[in-house]
């Protein structure tokens, strides 16, 4: 469809970029737009015949938003009024698990986000951000220079979004500590050494290169998952003392040096909780009234919460963080893009559904509200692939829409279709576990592809015939990606990784019975034929996993996958060669293959039935890469 603005307005230019990613075109013939500012606050108003429609708009934010909406009904009448829920609604993109996004993919982000009524984003980086005085900060990880973090950040403000910083100045800092030069700032693990000044003045280095780089005055500080903290260096040095007066004795200290750069600090607020916890878990525990009043008033506290597929979770946190009567409360909802190469999207849709349902029906307000999107096991699954969840977040927060009608009407803006989105979990739900689709997390993909054949360490959990059903998964993902739309390249990915899947999957459970039969014409079979096709096949998927990479990201971090991949590769050409040896006479057993499959978690009662692998330690165990 064309649109074009008839009257007079100062953002002609922003919206004609804006719309570049859309099925929308700017030019005569289609819809005329009439733009025009009020008072609304935080509002918009849209009223279309299909041919002319009037925008009433308090900001641009509401104005790009409006103009999403009306490239969704396209020639349909409507009439339709909202108004923003929170102050700030974004992204926050994980920038420092292997994957540093790069700007043409973040600007994208950026335009389609805006056509949502998105007004934030956090780019999260650990040590992938540039601090000039401290050479070995982000070193050889694809750091955002202050340069490019500029850019980004004027570009931003043209569409509406204000780019803040998401840093750590306390957990989270593997990055940084994998250099020697930077183990003087190290406690225990990846946790810096509160006791000792020089920290400070790293952490105030920290402050001051966003404070050049970007313009907004609200920071997320991270401390969050500070399991050790005080129980390495600092025990040393500072001697015994209880976690939570680490804890908040450290946050002051990084407080007053946020009001020197004028900055409102938020955290990750999951350490306050921890300290009454039975088990340390986030969710079992609680904070008192005194240790709540200890919080400083200026930091605005971020619920994050990405684990429940049902409302009640939510509301209960909610309602604990009610405690907090002098602080900004924030929430971070995820998009479940962060286990494995595969969105997790009917888990990601209901989660989402519910968290945004029990906020709106809450009376905590929430200052900022974002969706999270992860990159955790080595981000393999591009930040792209999360747009339907940025859409829902859009619609709830707006109109508080959380219907998938409304986010399919949404996401055809951008040339693409909720359905097939979730095709993507066909290979994660093979038949065995089709009925908890959307209720669990299922990492299926992932540990049957980088899973040893010879040790099967998830072989009791891998299904026994599922060639059928990655044949089909990998027929569908071709038709999707033959649309060619502008992800195509994700589902070209899948394909290939399904059509690898299709001979791996059950390859260690089909040479453990060949050998226990001691079929030696099915091991010669597995070991000329089928293993070298396998091999064929994840090269294949390679191939297309390191486009679709340079394609969203940096350079940088592509060579833990090629790594993971590679060793499975290496390994699966040794296999053969061990399968031949015995075949052949070389050797009398294969030690291996005489040990019995257990289940490697015990809660998987029922053999060859996959099971919930939420965790990148089990991934890494499952390969053997520690």
């Known amino acids: 469809m064309k649109i074009i603005i008839k009257n007079t307005c100062e953002y002609v230019e922003i919206i004609k970029e804006a719309i570049s990613d859309t099925i929308a075109e700017w030019g005569e013939g289609g819809l005329v737009i009439e733009a025009i500012p009020c008072t609304r606050e935080k509002g918009l108003r849209i009223s279309s015949d299909g ?8 900001s641009l934010t509401a104005l790009l938003r409006a103009v999403g909406i009306l490239i ?13 829920r929170f102050n700030y609604l974004g992204n926050m993109v994980d920038c420092s698990r292997n994957a540093v996004v790069n700007l043409d993919t ?7 986000c805006s056509l949502m009524g998105h007004n934030c984003m956090m780019l999260y980086t650990e040590d992938t951000y540039e601090i000039p005085s401290e050479k070995y900060f982000g070193h050889m990880r694809g750091r955002y220079s202050q340069n490019e973090l500029r850019e980004l950040d004027a570009y931003a403000e043209r569409f509406g979004i204000e780019l803040m910083p998401c840093i750590q100045t306390l957990a989270h800092l593997e990055g940084m500590f994998a250099w020697p030069a930077m183990q003087k700032y190290r406690d225990i693990e990846n946790i810096m050494n509160v006791a000792d000044e020089e920290v400070y003045e790293l952490i105030d280095k920290m ?9 907004s005055r609200k920071i997320n500080v991270g401390m969050d998952e500070a399991h050790l903290l005080g129980r390495g260096k600092y025990l040393d040095k500072a001697g015994y003392s209880e976690r939570v007066d680490i804890m908040y004795k450290h946050l002051q200290r990084v407080v007053e040096i946020c009001k020197k750069y004028g900055y409102e600090p938020l955290i990750w607020d999951d350490m306050f909780f921890r300290v009454n916890s039975p088990n340390g878990s986030y969710y079992k525990g609680f904070v008192t009234e005194k240790e709540a009043s200890l919080v400083p008033p200026e930091v605005n506290l971020v619920y994050w919460d990405y684990s429940w597929p049902n409302i009640e979770p939510y509301t209960e946190m909610l309602e604990k963080h009610k405690v907090f009567k002098n602080n900004k409360i924030s929430f971070a909802g995820g998009s479940f893009c962060w286990y494995g190469g595969v969105l997790q999207t009917a888990f990601a849709m209901n989660a989402s559904r519910s968290a945004l349902t029990a906020i709106f029906n809450n009376t905590v307000e929430m200052d900022v509200v974002l969706i999270t999107e992860w990159g955790d096991d080595g981000a393999y699954t591009p930040i792209t692939a999360s747009l339907p969840i940025m859409i829902m977040y859009g619609e709830g927060a707006w109109a508080g829409d959380l219907s998938d009608e409304t986010v399919d009407k949404r996401l055809r803006v951008f040339g693409e279709a909720l359905e097939d989105f979730y095709a993507m979990d066909d290979v994660n739900f093979t038949p065995e576990i089709e009925h908890i689709r959307g209720r669990d997390i299922m990492l299926t993909h992932n540990y049957l592809l980088h899973q040893d054949v010879l040790l099967g ?24 990606a033959d649309k060619k739309t ?9 394909e290939k990784l399904a059509l690898a899947l299709e001979l791996k999957a059950n390859l260690g459970i089909r040479t453990k019975d060949a050998y226990d039969k001691d079929d030696k014409e099915e091991l010669r079979k597995i070991a000329l034929e089928v293993i070298p096709e396998c091999i064929k096949r994840m090269r294949a998927f390679g191939n297309a996993f390191r486009y679709q990479w340079r394609l969203t990201n940096k350079d ?3 060579e833990v996958f090629d790594t993971r991949l590679g060793g499975a590769i290496y390994r699966l050409e040794d296999v053969a060669e061990v399968l031949l040896a015995y075949v052949d006479g070389k050797r009398d057993s294969i030690n291996e293959l005489e040990q019995e499959r257990l289940p490697f978690h015990t809660y998987g009662k029922e053999k060859n039935v996959p099971i919930s692998c939420f965790y990148i330690q089990e991934a890494q165990t499952v390969g053997r890469l520690i």
């Open 51 to 58: 041919k002319n429609a009037t925008v009433h708009y308090s």
């Open 72 to 84: 969704s009904y396209g020639d349909e009448p409507f009439t339709k009024e909202e108004k923003l």
């Open 106 to 112: 973040l600007k994208k982000i950026i335009r389609s």
């Open 207 to 215: 402050l001051e290169s966003m404070s050049k780089s970007l313009k």
């Open 457 to 480: 360490l998830w072989d009791y959990h891998a299904p026994v015939n599922p060639c059928e059903h990655y044949r089909r998964t990998a027929e569908r993902m071709r038709a999707i």
């Open 486 to 494: 502008p992800l195509s390249h994700v589902y070209d990915a899948i």
């Open 556 to 558: 940088y971090g592509i």
